[in-house]
């Protein structure tokens, strides 16, 4: 079945601390992948998508994400989170139909 | 500037009452979908529509319903028939680059 996997449900760092949200999915094929956020009572905004070519994406607000094929992964970072960036974060990947993840929760502690 | 509406914001009903959530896009694409949020369990689909006069179900279509007469427009009905129907509700629209544009949302509330 085709799954995406947020490993972590929350996340907690301190302001300026580097932060990476792992997400996970189950697929043989090729597949394109987004990172979504959301704050509260929001929409979700797109941060960065890969649909071909190199596999370090580079977002918006400082994020990129590096997709690896044999770990099939697609994880985000950022080398120094602000306040502002707390907010939920959504994997998402097109089977072709859109499957999101769970979410992570980014809470930054100033 | 181009975008997906979507209203009332927040919606009130009493539970046995059908209730319609709006959604307008002005971005010109063909594909549109609703999506229920619920605490800690994502996004998950209800319906989508890859063209005018054409839906499919999603994943959790039992007491939805959709029409989509215009391409601008893609309206979800709540039925009395969905059990649990308190939630966030997003609209969205995919682009040829396979980008969804999500709308604000509509948060329902029945009691």
């Known amino acids: 079945a085709q799954s995406v996997t947020q490993l972590d449900s929350q996340v907690p760092v301190f302001e300026e601390a580097p932060v990476e949200l792992r997400c996970n999915y189950s697929?043989?094929?090729?597949?394109?992948l987004f990172w979504y956020v959301q704050y509260p009572n929001q929409g979700l905004q797109l941060l960065l998508k890969?649909?071909?070519?190199?596999?370090l994406v580079k977002g918006i607000n400082g994020f990129e994400a590096e997709f690896n094929k044999s770990q099939t992964s697609f994880h985000l970072r950022k080398p120094s989170v602000h306040i502002s960036d707390t907010a939920e974060y959504f994997c998402?990947?097109?089977?072709?139909?859109?499957?999101f993840g769970q979410g992570t929760r980014l809470t930054i502690n100033p | 500037d181009g975008g997906i509406t979507q209203s009332p914001k927040y919606l009130f009903r009493k539970e046995g009452q059908n209730v319609t959530l709006s959604c307008e896009q002005n971005l010109n694409h063909d594909a549109m979908y609703w999506y229920r949020q619920d605490p800690g369990q994502g996004l998950r689909l209800i319906y989508y529509s890859q063209i005018v006069n054409d839906f499919q179900k999603g994943d959790i279509a039992e007491g939805y319903s959709v029409s989509r007469e215009k391409k601008e427009s893609f309206p979800l009905t709540v039925t009395s028939a969905q059990k649990n129907p308190t939630a966030f509700y997003l609209c969205?629209?995919?682009?040829?680059?396979?980008?969804?544009?999500f709308g604000p949302g509509t948060r329902l509330t029945v009691t």
């Open positions: 998402a990947v097109s089977f072709p139909k859109l499957v």
């Open positions: 890969y649909l071909s070519g190199s596999t």
């Open positions: 697929s043989s094929v090729s597949v394109y």
């Open positions: 969205a629209s995919t682009s040829p680059s396979y980008e969804q544009y």
